[in-house]
């Protein structure tokens, strides 16, 4: 295991919208200076994170996917310069910074690609690229039917030295890590090659591959990914606090405790690719209760900005269907106003219970109350002086009594005064066992 990662809080943030950028690169010649302002730096930190999960910065056609120069910082955010001074004023602050890296496909602008077309499948470029046949013809194949995202052939060893130039480029410049895009489409063994030549150069190097659906456990074990995004944890976390259906969460837990015993997991309730969590919450009196889940599990939780405030977004299937959960942000944090009361101090609380209780990144949990709107979740550390926190919720119209000490402490509530163990209807608490 890397060193640091245990610890890590990712606060993620999609660079292109946060600073409203345009919707398409600029022309040549055109340069703004806008990566993120440092001052959000201290923001992080306000909330407890420690970790800067910065989405595409590479030079791209329009949404940062699609990549035409992996070497030069996209010119709608910035320059090197732009980047070394935010990778740096990062640091300063004790934050670690993690890149997003688009290496299963490149953007049909780029150099590449173009060539490719032009000079057929049989030539020096068109080898670089995966292709098909259509009308009889044979084109570029793409990812997921995007057509202006075309795939790269990871069989052809100059895709694994490209990649692997860029990964080391970057983390000499700085970063600690990459998120690898879109990773489920890219096979196994091609990371197995990739990794280890970086991982002697980068030895504390994280890496996390993105899967949506899978063998979790099988995708990591054969390409030396450090962790995997745990997609199948937040769909249950959401589900099955609308459904009022814990019995689904708790199955996801018997899965996600596998998980954890191979690796550690991304967890996340929000990110730059699925509706806001304030949206996909039905009830807003459960949406602590979503937190609370984020930051009580195993795991290496991200919190993706504008979550921490409430923001609404809903994600649609159309063009331009992402831009509501991709939205931009003021010049300063005092210039953003909560869309929920109390819910950026609901974080930092949260934040502040799992930095206190480390051993909650790789935790045994163990369900001790189960049903369908009431759940009791039990958190031990492998070290005998750690203490069993609880994390109690209820989603039903009655109080919820357990058999707590009353020597317990409460470490987090949604009705602090309430003696420990004893949740108001619709209500949540964390306690550490006397």
């Known amino acids: ?150 795939a790269l052939n990871h069989d052809h060893p100059p895709v694994a030295e490209l990649v692997t130039g860029v990964l080391d480029r970057w983390l000499q410049r700085g970063v600690d890590g990459w998120r690898l895009d879109a990773a489920y489409q890219v096979p196994a063994a091609f990371w197995a090659g990739v990794l280890p030549v970086i991982r002697e150069r980068h030895p504390q190097a994280w890496f996390v591959g993105e899967m949506i659906h899978g063998d979790y456990a099988g995708y990591a074990a054969a390409s030396g990914l450090d962790s995997i995004t745990q997609y199948e944890l937040w769909k249950a976390i959401w589900s099955s606090i609308n459904d009022h259906n814990f019995f689904e969460l708790s199955w996801a837990l018997q899965r996600h405790a596998d998980f954890v015993a191979a690796f550690q997991p991304l967890t996340f309730i929000g990110n730059h690719d699925v509706t806001r969590i304030a949206s996909m919450i039905t009830d807003e009196r459960h949406l602590p209760h979503a937190v609370a889940l984020l930051f009580f599990l195993p795991g290496v939780p991200s919190v993706y900005y504008g979550d921490g405030d409430g923001l609404p977004g809903v994600k649609e299937d159309r063009l331009g269907g992402d831009d509501a959960i991709r939205p931009a942000f003021p010049p300063t944090p005092d210039q953003l106003t909560p869309a929920v009361d109390g819910l950026p101090d609901l974080y930092r609380q949260l934040i502040a219970v799992r930095r206190r209780h480390r051993y909650l990144a790789d935790a045994t949990v163990d369900v001790e109350l189960l049903e369908d709107e009431r759940l009791v979740l039990a958190a031990s550390g492998r070290a005998a002086d750690e203490s069993v926190l609880r994390l109690i919720l209820n989603l039903s119209d009655e109080p919820l009594s357990t058999d707590s000490s009353a020597g317990d402490a409460v470490l987090a509530a949604s009705a602090p005064g309430r003696p420990p163990g004893d949740v108001e209807p619709h209500g949540w608490c964390i306690l550490a066992a006397e």
């Open 1 to 150: 295991m890397i060193d640091w990662s245990g610890t890590a809080i990712w606060w993620q943030v999609y660079p292109l919208g946060f600073v409203g950028a345009e919707p398409s690169r600029l022309p040549a010649g055109r340069l703004e200076h806008r990566l993120p302002d440092v001052s959000w730096l201290d923001h992080l930190i306000s909330l407890g994170c420690n970790g800067l999960l910065l989405g595409p910065i590479f030079e791209s056609e329009s949404h940062g996917y699609d990549t035409v120069d992996h070497l030069a910082i996209d010119r709608r955010l910035g320059d090197d310069h732009d980047f070394d001074r935010l990778v740096a004023a990062a640091h300063d602050r004790g934050i670690r910074v993690l890149l997003d890296g688009v290496f299963n496909h490149l953007g049909r602008a780029h150099p590449r690609v173009r060539a490719a077309v032009q000079d057929g499948p049989d030539s020096e470029a068109g080898r670089w690229l995966r292709w098909t046949e259509r009308d009889g013809q044979p084109v570029p194949d793409n990812f997921e039917g995007h057509d202006r995202l075309v």
